[in-house]
Nanobody, 128 residues
Framework: QVQLVESGGGSVQPGGSLRLSCAAS????????IGWFRQAPGKEREGIAC????????YYADSVKGRFTISRDKTKNTVYLQMNSLKPEDTAIYYC?????????????????????WGQGTQVTVSS
């Protein structure tokens, strides 16, 4: 069964950290671009951190740059999102997604329309 499963969400106080995982089963993530997206109530889904299939190129939204880090572990067939210095405005459902499209060297897709297969999401709540 082909699946993408996010985990690691939860509730944390402002300034805290969480590490989200995106684990694939039934297929290898090696050949895919992977994106982390989030959607807060009443807002559009936004791409916040994306990584190329080689892992050599990344994209971060300005809202998370310097606080979040995306990485991939091919041995575990998993992509991670390390989130530090969390703020209340980071509260959202976080999704990972894959894209198999071939892109030019150095380009990392960051729009939700560029991704084709999605996980079910994990809730992150930042509140005091």
């Amino acid at each position: 069964q082909v699946q993408l499963v996010e985990s690691g969400g939860g509730s944390v106080q402002p300034g805290g950290s969480l590490r989200l995982s995106c684990a694939a089963s039934g297929f290898a993530l090696d050949y895919y671009y992977i994106g982390w997206f989030r959607q807060a109530p009443g807002k559009e889904r936004e791409g916040i951190a994306c990584i190329s299939n080689s892992g050599s190129s990344t994209y971060y939204a300005d809202s998370v740059k310097g606080r979040f880090t995306i990485s991939r572990d091919k041995t575990k067939n998993t992509v991670y999102l390390q989130m530090n210095s969390l703020k209340p405005e980071d509260t959202a459902i976080y999704y990972c997604a894959t894209s198999s499209t071939k892109y030019g060297l150095g380009y990392v897709p960051r729009g939700s329309y560029e991704y084709h297969y999605w996980g079910q999401g994990t809730q992150v709540t930042v509140s005091s």
